[in-house]
């Protein structure tokens, strides 16, 4: 039996972050405005972890924010976004997760040469 498009998009096998969750909720109502509290109940997320997570977007100009509401930003700049984190997704599933203490490793490794 088929199943609808939009129901087809709800089963990802990977799960998205809060960050994620908000970014397709808003970008899917585009034409819209929301208060935080809103986004939350939409998406799922915590009431207590939708300030942080939009704010972190907010910094990277990812949504757009006039008090109380908050709605998608710049669409260029999220389709950039997007773009870098599908192809760091890839990356790590061809090539294995990169470690933050590795990068430090060999940062300082350099260094001391």
Do not use: C
């Not at 970008?27 to 939009?54: C, F, M, Q, W």
Request: charged share 35%.
């Amino acid at each position: 039996m088929p199943i609808s498009i939009d129901e087809f998009d709800s089963h990802d096998t990977a799960e998205e972050t809060n960050a994620e969750q908000v970014i397709r909720f808003l970008a899917r109502n585009a034409d819209k405005a929301y208060k935080a509290v809103e986004i939350a109940d939409a998406t799922g997320i915590n009431h207590n972890s939708i300030h942080p997570v939009l704010n972190r977007l907010h910094d990277r100009d990812l949504v757009r924010h006039r008090e109380p509401y908050w709605a998608i930003g710049d669409a260029e700049t999220v389709r950039n976004a997007a773009m870098v984190s599908t192809a760091a997704s890839f990356l790590d599933e061809e090539l294995g997760e990169e470690r933050r203490s590795e990068w430090l490793a060999a940062a300082r490794e350099e260094r001391d040469e």
